[in-house]
C-alpha cells in the first residue's frame, strides 16, 4: 500500500492561521517543526526539545488526558518518561486541549532485543511505585483486550479463574498431558498483585541512544492491573516477531530477571512465557487474521517451546 502527500505535512494538524497562533503561544517561534501523524489516538510536533501532542478527535480525548496524567505524576527522577510542561486549551489554535512534554534524547531502535535488560529495570521502577498514587480505577485497556484469547489470559491471571483457564487451555489445545504443569505455572503468575502498568509497549514506543534505553513513550493506555501487561511481546510491533521469534523463550527471560532484581521478586520467566506463549497458541486457533503465523508462530512452536 502505498500514499502520497500534498502541501506542507503540518497542514494535516494546523492550518497557516492556527499554526501561526500557536508559534506565538508556544514560544516556538519560527523553529523548525518536526510531523509525527503515526499515532492511532494522537498527532505530535517535535522541536529539538519539546514534544507537543494533540488529540486526533473527540473520541481520542480519553487516551490524551490519561497519558497527560499519568506524565504529571510519575516521578522525576524515572527519567525514561517524558515530563509535562503545559496543557493549553486554545480553540483559535486547536479545537481539543493539547499539551507539550520533554522531548527525551535517542531514537527508535532499529532492534529493540538488545534492551530488554534495560527495559525490565524501567518496568520494575514504575511497578513499584503505590497504585493508590493514581487515580486509575476506570482506565479501561485499549479493544484490543477484548479478543477472546486476551479474555483468556485475564481470567488466567486472576487467582480466581486460574485453575478452570488452565483447564480451558488444556482442552482447547488438546494438551491434557500439561494441564497440572500449566495450573502451577499460572497460579505461580497469578499471585503478583495489580501494579501502575504502561499497557502497550511496543519497539516502536522505545527510545535509544548508543544501546542504552532513554525512553518509554505513549502512556495512553496506562492502568493498574497485572505486572504481566507490561511483557506482552505480542503487542510489539511486527519487527522485533520478525526477527527473533526463535529468541523469545530467551528474550522474555533477560527482561523478567532484569525486573525481578529490582523487585526482589521469583527470577523464574517461566509463569511469564506460560502464560503468554498459551495466549498466542489460542489466538491462532480463533483464525481471526490478526494474529499472523508469518509473524507470531504457530500453535506448534509455542507449545514446543513450553515443552522444552
Given at each position: 500500500m502505498s500514499s502520497?502527500?500534498?502541501?506542507d505535512p503540518i497542514s494535516a494538524v494546523l492550518i497557516p492561521p492556527q499554526l501561526a497562533r500557536f508559534r506565538a503561544l508556544?514560544?516556538?517561534?519560527?523553529?523548525?517543526?518536526?510531523v509525527n501523524v503515526n499515532g492511532w489516538n494522537k498527532y505530535v510536533l517535535l522541536t529539538d526539545d519539546r514534544a507537543f501532542l494533540f488529540?486526533?478527535?473527540?473520541?481520542?480525548?480519553?487516551?490524551?488526558?490519561?497519558?497527560?496524567?499519568?506524565?504529571?505524576?510519575?516521578?522525576?527522577?524515572?527519567?525514561?518518561?517524558?515530563?509535562?510542561?503545559?496543557?493549553?486549551?486554545?480553540?483559535?489554535?486547536?479545537?481539543?486541549?493539547?499539551?507539550?512534554?520533554?522531548?527525551?534524547?535517542?531514537?527508535?531502535?532499529?532492534?529493540?532485543?538488545?534492551?530488554?535488560?534495560?527495559?525490565?529495570?524501567?518496568?520494575a521502577r514504575w511497578h513499584a511505585l503505590e497504585p493508590t498514587r493514581f487515580d486509575l480505577a476506570n482506565a479501561r485497556p485499549p479493544a484490543h483486550h477484548d479478543r477472546p484469547?486476551?479474555?483468556?489470559?485475564?481470567?488466567?491471571?486472576?487467582?480466581?479463574?486460574?485453575?478452570?483457564?488452565a483447564r480451558e487451555a488444556a482442552d482447547r489445545l488438546h494438551r491434557h498431558d500439561a494441564i497440572a504443569r500449566w495450573t502451577e505455572q499460572l497460579g505461580r503468575a497469578a499471585q503478583h498483585p495489580p501494579v501502575l502498568v504502561h499497557g502497550d509497549i511496543h519497539e516502536d514506543q522505545l527510545l535509544a541512544r548508543a544501546g542504552v534505553l532513554t525512553g518509554v513513550l505513549d502512556w495512553e493506555t496506562a492502568r493498574i492491573d497485572h505486572p504481566f501487561w507490561d511483557f506482552d511481546f505480542g503487542e510489539w510491533g511486527t519487527g522485533l516477531w520478525r526477527?527473533?521469534?526463535?529468541?523469545?523463550?530467551?528474550?522474555?527471560?533477560?527482561?523478567?530477571?532484569?525486573?525481578?532484581?529490582?523487585?526482589?521478586?521469583?527470577?523464574?520467566?517461566?509463569?511469564?512465557?506460560?502464560?503468554?506463549?498459551?495466549?498466542?497458541?489460542l489466538a491462532l486457533l480463533e483464525h481471526d487474521g490478526v494474529h499472523d503465523p508469518g509473524v507470531v508462530g504457530t500453535i506448534g512452536e509455542h507449545l514446543r517451546a513450553l515443552d522444552a
Amino acid at each position: 500500500m502505498s500514499s502520497s502527500l500534498s502541501g506542507d505535512p503540518i497542514s494535516a494538524v494546523l492550518i497557516p492561521p492556527q499554526l501561526a497562533r500557536f508559534r506565538a503561544l508556544t514560544g516556538v517561534g519560527s523553529a523548525d517543526l518536526e510531523v509525527n501523524v503515526n499515532g492511532w489516538n494522537k498527532y505530535v510536533l517535535l522541536t529539538d526539545d519539546r514534544a507537543f501532542l494533540f488529540p486526533r478527535a473527540p473520541a481520542n480525548l480519553e487516551w490524551f488526558i490519561r497519558e497527560v496524567t499519568i506524565y504529571g505524576l510519575l516521578p522525576p527522577d524515572l527519567t525514561v518518561v517524558p515530563r509535562v510542561l503545559g496543557v493549553w486549551h486554545e480553540p483559535d489554535v486547536y479545537a481539543l486541549p493539547f499539551a507539550v512534554v520533554t522531548r527525551l534524547p535517542g531514537t527508535h531502535p532499529e532492534d529493540a532485543s538488545a534492551l530488554m535488560a534495560d527495559l525490565g529495570g524501567a518496568i520494575a521502577r514504575w511497578h513499584a511505585l503505590e497504585p493508590t498514587r493514581f487515580d486509575l480505577a476506570n482506565a479501561r485497556p485499549p479493544a484490543h483486550h477484548d479478543r477472546p484469547a486476551t479474555q483468556w489470559l485475564r481470567r488466567a491471571l486472576d487467582p480466581a479463574t486460574t485453575r478452570a483457564a488452565a483447564r480451558e487451555a488444556a482442552d482447547r489445545l488438546h494438551r491434557h498431558d500439561a494441564i497440572a504443569r500449566w495450573t502451577e505455572q499460572l497460579g505461580r503468575a497469578a499471585q503478583h498483585p495489580p501494579v501502575l502498568v504502561h499497557g502497550d509497549i511496543h519497539e516502536d514506543q522505545l527510545l535509544a541512544r548508543a544501546g542504552v534505553l532513554t525512553g518509554v513513550l505513549d502512556w495512553e493506555t496506562a492502568r493498574i492491573d497485572h505486572p504481566f501487561w507490561d511483557f506482552d511481546f505480542g503487542e510489539w510491533g511486527t519487527g522485533l516477531w520478525r526477527r527473533h521469534r526463535s529468541e523469545f523463550s530467551a528474550l522474555w527471560a533477560t527482561a523478567w530477571r532484569a525486573y525481578a532484581d529490582r523487585r526482589a521478586v521469583d527470577p523464574d520467566p517461566a509463569p511469564l512465557e506460560t502464560a503468554f506463549r498459551l495466549r498466542h497458541a489460542l489466538a491462532l486457533l480463533e483464525h481471526d487474521g490478526v494474529h499472523d503465523p508469518g509473524v507470531v508462530g504457530t500453535i506448534g512452536e509455542h507449545l514446543r517451546a513450553l515443552d522444552a
